[in-house]
């Protein structure tokens, strides 16, 4: 079973960047699609990005178009999150999630493995 780690989080300005890691145990990485979420305080958990295993096709909330880019590199078992021009509305704890699966990935319910997230705080 893999195990995932978040890291990168932290306090921004607006309109800085960060870019979010997840380090995942296990031989089997490059078979699993992997997503970012977040849950900001006393709101629901919503989709982020999500990049499939299979094709590597990434997936974007409307909210992260053109600001954040998932990408990952198979050989250090790492999915990463670029997050650039970053707003106040940004603020949240941020999770990345595997998944066997490669449709369906900007739902929760394909995931079988989430993190323990981080949190990116962006300041006005």
């Known amino acids: 079973q893999v195990q995932l780690v978040e890291s990168g989080g932290g306090l921004v300005q607006a309109g800085g960047s960060l870019r979010l890691s997840c380090a995942a145990s296990g031989r089997t990485f490059s078979s699993y699609s992997m997503g970012w979420f977040r849950q900001a305080p006393g709101k629901e958990r919503e989709f982020v990005a999500a990049?499939?295993?299979?094709?590597?096709?990434?997936y974007y909330a409307d909210s992260a178009k053109g600001r954040f880019t998932i990408s990952r590199d198979n050989a250090k078992n790492t999915v990463y999150l670029q997050m650039n021009s970053l707003k106040p509305e940004d603020t949240a704890v941020y999770y990345c999630a595997a998944s066997s699966a490669v449709a369906q990935l900007a739902y929760s319910y394909p995931y079988h493995t989430w993190g323990q997230g981080t949190q990116v705080t962006v300041s006005s």
């Open positions: 990049i499939s295993w299979s094709t590597g096709n990434t």
